[in-house]
């Protein structure tokens, strides 16, 4: 069982998934943890899966790899689903096919949970705007600000940045919260965070480094799915949906139990 697994959602992504791969392989490989990588092509239409396959085949690695794929698009939050169901790892990461969080920001939300103090820790673009080197356009940014204060509003949720791809989950913990999930698209992130946050799971907002990537999938009918689904999360909340979510959370977080036992060293001081 390695220690970490790294999981890349990709939608169309052929013409930098193989630069993405390189980059994530070459960073694991510095790392005194053992690892995986998935990649996730979400239907895509373009030759990703191909190019995908054909690193993976010219560039054999001790590090084991895997693709994920299948004919429909289904949306970001299905894919990550899939990967994290089919994590391995102690830990589970998913990051953006884009790198828009450099990889090397990797152990800001790994290590704390390896250190035991945390179940989730996700990557924040709002504590520490500094960090940001290339900002989005001012209408995608100003709409994503507009999105976090709904979402507080409709969640009770107390975090700054919420869409940030880039989160890493303690499995033993988290995986009956991801089993319980249900939204595809542009809200899955908040759904994931809203039912660690009701379980009682330890959950850190991490500031990390980010920059803008050209050709991102978030557009104007992102934006509509993510209200739409934030409608469809206090709607299932309300009705009782995720409640045997919580329960088997709550159990297997119990002090006690297995999932509760040490985890692996993390990084060395």
Not at 137 to 150: A, D, K
Not at 164 to 186: H, N
Request: hydrophobic share 40%; with cysteine; proline share 6%.
């Amino acid at each position: 069982m390695p220690v970490l697994s790294v999981i890349i959602p990709a939608y169309n992504e052929a013409t930098r998934v193989g630069s993405t791969i390189e980059q994530v392989l070459t960073y694991l490989h510095a790392q005194p943890f053992s690892s995986e990588l998935i990649v996730v092509s979400d239907g895509s239409t373009d030759d990703t899966g191909r190019v995908v396959e054909g690193y993976f085949a010219t560039h054999p690695d001790t590090i084991p790899t895997r693709l994920i794929s299948y004919p429909a698009n289904r949306g970001k939050g299905y894919a990550v689903r899939q990967g994290l169901l089919a994590a391995t790892g102690t830990v589970a990461l998913f990051s953006d096919a884009d790198l828009s969080t450099p990889i090397e920001e990797l152990h800001k939300v790994v290590d704390p949970i390896l250190a035991g103090q945390y179940d989730v820790v996700f990557g924040s673009r709002a504590l520490d705007r500094s960090l940001i080197g290339v900002h989005q356009p001012w209408l995608r940014e100003y709409s994503g600000r507009v999105f976090n204060q709904i979402m507080q509003w409709a969640t009770g949720l107390p975090y700054a940045d919420t869409q940030c791809g880039f989160k890493a989950f303690r499995m033993a913990a988290c995986r009956p919260i991801v089993e319980g999930a249900v939204l595809d698209r542009f809200g899955f992130d908040v759904e994931l965070l809203y039912l660690a946050h009701k379980a009682g799971l330890r959950l850190l907002e991490q500031p990390v480094r980010w920059n803008d990537a050209a050709g991102s999938k978030v557009g104007f009918l992102s934006g509509l799915d993510g209200f739409r689904e934030l409608r469809q999360l206090r709607r299932r909340a309300r009705r009782g949906h995720y409640d045997a979510a919580l329960r088997r959370t709550r159990e297997v977080a119990a002090p006690g139990n297995g999932a509760s036992a040490a985890l692996p060293p993390g990084r060395p001081a």
